[in-house]
């Protein structure tokens, strides 16, 4: 009786979190983990399938990671909790589900050990660390961190200094790891792609194919399941999707504008919200898009088309991933600072919910 | 492995054109009809939503991409509309023409960019190199500088700063907008010279001016990139000094009505962020110096059973030393207890595995507390009899 199960979303057993019919902060019914943090949720990372069941991570800007276990049922359990000096902005697992990864404006990444509860210091910047990853190779394993301090580093946790270093143009916004494919994304539209056999090193430098900054990035993979290109998101609404060789790239590579307030009313200009995440679904290859305007929206870029959009949430949605099976899609809700200080409210509550994703992220078409 | 991810089959030419390429299609797919499809968007009017709409008023509307034709309409079908063909990337046509259409673009992008409410503090291009003029911050950059300079306690430099930019980016914007002849020869001379390209290093803004730089710069490629963002470099130099009182963000800045600026900012936050040493202090050699900042108010490693299933056998005990899983009895210890989390700041030394349930966490917000019990807290000593039961909020201990 998996509420996560593909049978079906049970919205029984939710009753517990009493979310009233109207109530704006939580339109969707979604579940809602229970000790969200106290400040804004900056990341969210499940488990690998190597741990049984599922685990979440949530970094925020209160200096902590938190780590749930999600049950079958839908109930949330804290499990544990580590600190920083300065708010969390990324955090991943390591791929047999043993350690958390974790990256702070306090320019240092740490590796939690979840069994000992312990976590240690592994890498150091020059500046606030904004992206880390895990990389997997089969001749090497390491972490990589990308930093405003524009550097891309490579450790290897068990020694201070970093297996490699390599300059970027500006500094990182975002990134994400699918070996043997890594993108980052950098201030002033940076764009650069490397390669990560026998040993990282930049492939590409691409040019951007949207106009404002950039905010978020995701690599998906073919049919295959090898990485074949990106979605990248920007401040202004609107994702690109690349292609690193395309048969076709004028026409397979596309943009589409999201997160926008009503367009039909054409007398108006439309709000324009930034895409603050990406995440591509484990299983259907569909993606997931959270913005600024408190919506998440499902794509099918294949088919081209929207699969959903959600109601509109009383806050931002900051971050999103699925669980490692594509059952569960979890997102956050919190302040992201797009309006800048005026409407950061500390008082207000910060969510994470969580919402079976197995059905609604179906492609459209079967190809 | 992947195919041919290490074949360089597009040159740098092609890659311009690939470049160069998007936009200029209206993607039908053959599958798709109108209205075949599920949900329609709903995004509804945001005149009256929370966060209202940032940014000056600026002109009208402008020409919209998606008031066009049907197939760039977002909100009626479930489409993906490329970028417009008359935007961004069409090169084609003589150069005079071209010209035009690219200054037409920029000031049809500025006049959405100043109406729709996005994010003002970023770069622009509608070519490979980013347009002078405009600054790149995250608004990740922007919170965290304000979290440095809340620390200490005058928030007036962040204020004057943010402002400061904010003038800078509408007047920009106003320029292109407007686009008198002079910018408008700057621009084109601007956009048909651009500066050295990406594959020399740089993207082109690796100036180091900082904030309070006035003037935009033409000639040069604009704007100081910032470097990178330590406490200390990150400057806002205020120009003037008379805002009001400190603490205060009077002055209007753009982002719609200012809210009042709470008189105790980091009243209800907390003590969990105290960036303080953000300039790092950490010595990394020693794992051993590490503070176990972990809080320690769950217990020791024993009680972390992540083992959640009825077979205790986590499986990662045994290469990491870790003890005998507990029995599954101190699961128990968790809970289901709100505040299961407690407060972020838990010195290691308190309460090791007691997370009693009356007491959730180690502060109190103030929200939580009676009236008597916050004067208790703020009166000079306790009253006997009158001892407040729950612990004081954070921001009233006395360092």
Redo the contacts between chains.
Sequence with gaps: MSIFGSSGFGTGGTGVFGSTAADSHNPMKDIEV??P???SI?CLAFSPPS???N?LIGGS????V?CW?V?DNGQT???????????V?DACWSDD??KVFTAS????AKMW?????????IA?H???I?AIHWIKAPNYSCIMTG????TLKFWDTRS?NPMMSL?M???C?CADVVY??AVVA?????LIVY?L?NQPSE???????L???H?CVAIFK?KQN???GFALG????RV?IHY??PPN???D?????CH???????????????VNAISFHPVHGTLATVGS?G?FSF?DKD???????S??L?QPITACCFNHNGNIFAYASSY????????????KKNYIFLRNAAEELKP??KK | ??????????NITQ?????E?????V?V?P??QKGS???P??????GS??????GGGGGG??R????KSSEF????Q??????SAPS?FDRRGMTGDDDDKKLEVIQT?M???E?????C??????S?T?LSGFT?????????E??STRASGD?QG??NG?NQLLSQWRSRVQELKVMNPAIRTALLSELNNPAPQ??S?????TNTTGFGSSAPDFGSRGFG?LA???ASSFSFAAPSGGFGSSGA?SAP?G?????A??TQ??????S????V??A?T?P??A?AS?K????SG?GT?SG?N????ANTG?G??SS?G?EAPVAAGS?SV?G?T????GT??VPPAAGTGSVSVALNSLFSPE?KLAPDELNQFKAKRFTLGQIPLKPPPANMLVV
């Excluded at chain 1, 359990?77 to 708010?87: D, F, L, R």
């Excluded at chain 1, 088919?303 to 959009?309: I, W």
């Excluded at chain 2, 492995?1 to 597009?10: E, K, R, T, W």
């Excluded at chain 2, 982002?255 to 809210?259: I, K, N, R, T, V």
């Design positions: 229970t000790s943090p106290d400040d900056s741990l049984p069941g685990f800007w209160a200096n902590d938190r276990e049950q359990v804290p499990k544990a909790q580590q600190m920083h000096t300065g708010p902005l589900g043993s404006c306090d320019k240092t050990d979840l069994n000992s509860n312990q976590a240690m210091q150091q020059d500046g606030p904004k930093s405003w301090d524009k201070p300059q143009p500006e500094r916004y043997p494919m950098t201030a002033e539209r940076g390669q056999e492939f590409r430098r691409i040019d951007s194919p106009k404002h900054q905010r073919d090898k990485p074949t920007s401040i202004e609404g690109a690193i060789n790239p004028a026409k590579n596309f943009t589409f504008k926008r307030s009503n367009g039909t009313n054409t007398t108006t200009p439309q709000d324009i919200y930034a305007d919506r794509w088919a081209r088309t929207k699969l959903k959009t109601e509109q009383d992201d600072w797009s309006k800048g200080h005026e409407y950061y409210n500390p008082q459209r078409n | 492995m992947i195919i041919p991810l290490n074949q360089h089959i597009f890659q311009n054109n690939l470049c390429g998007f936009g200029n299609r993607w797919h599958n798709q499809y599920i949900q968007s709903s995004f509804s009017s945001h939503d929370d966060w209202g709409r940032g509307g402008g919209r991409d998606n008031a309409s977002f909100s009626s479930n489409r993906f509309s490329e970028l961004t992008d006049e959405i960019w109406s729709s409410g996005q994010w503090f970023s770069c622009y291009s509608n490979k980013p790149d911050f995250s608004p990740e950059e922007l919170r965290l304000y979290y928030l962040y204020v943010v990406a594959s290093g740089g993207f082109g803004l990139a990178p963002v330590q963000p800045t982002f719609g009505s200012a809210l600026a709470p900012p980091l009243s209800g936050f907390g969990s962020s105290v960036p040493p953000l790092s950490f990394f050699a794992p590490d176990p900042a972990v809080a769950f490693a972390f992540f083992a959640s299933t986590s990662f005990g990491f870790a699961s968790f289901q709100s505040g299961g989390f972020t700041t929200s």
